[in-house]
């Protein structure tokens, strides 16, 4: 069944960014993304995207960003974030302990902003943000913070209970060393979602991590990148993890981050990488660019 058209959807005063034609053909392609969702019985209001249990949803930024984009990337974007919704916040919630939470690492997309907001997401590192989870039979849910605060627990107890059970019962479940010539790199991965969380307690199973921390990469949710940095082979891991995140993040599933970040004591520090026509720019911080140039 074809979705209707959407002449009938008043443009509101703050979509007047799009044209009258744009503003249709967003809402036609965003009507026809929700009949092959699994958001069963969500509607469209003017702005808005209506859930079947009558939450609103603005979507403002979805707007924005198509309008910046490519028509012919249209419909990647908004499936992409109806997928977002009916994961995080379209299902009915099944009952859970505080025991079965988790961290779960998602990219800090401008798309999802309104969901991120109201799942209560707490920024992770650049790009990227950190919501509470508990694991289903086949999948994952994130669980917004209002949801524990109606069950009458803390949410700050929550969340640091939530990290001391992902350190504990998510560790990655496998470990391979990979030679890149001139560099060692650690690729630590999981079929359990939740093997990106694991970042801040890299050394616990990584060895070699010591003073200077490590390159660390997050691509998906189902894998972890680590170079410890010791020696002048920084600038030849650095050289291979980018790529290889790169695609990574490309192809999914669970996309985290395309960037590197610089490890230490499970802080991590963004490093900026931009992909010209002719190669890669990296551009690491100061104080990881003197050390660089210390070790070399």
Known sequence: ????????????TEFEFMPTAEWTAFNDRLQAGIVTSELKGATIEPGELVLADGRHLSVFNLAQLCHLSERSDWGALIDRHLTTLSAHVGGVPEPFSILDLRVRLLPNDQADHEVLELLGARPFAEGVVQTLAVQLNESVRSVPTSELEELGWDVDKCWAGAWAQTRTLARPEEANIVDVGGAVLVHLSSEHYFCSSFVPYLDDIVDGIGEHGALVSIPVRHSLIIHPIYDDAVLAAAGAMIPI??????????EVSAHLYWWR??????????????????????ELADLIRDLS
């Open 1 to 12: 069944m074809n979705p209707k058209r959407n002449e009938s959807l008043t443009r509101p």
């Open 265 to 286: 004591d499970g802080e991590l520090t963004w490093i900026p990488t931009y992909f010209a026509h002719d190669g890669v720019e990296f551009y690491p911080p100061p």
């Open 245 to 254: 995140t790169r695609q990574l993040n490309l192809n999914g599933p669970g």
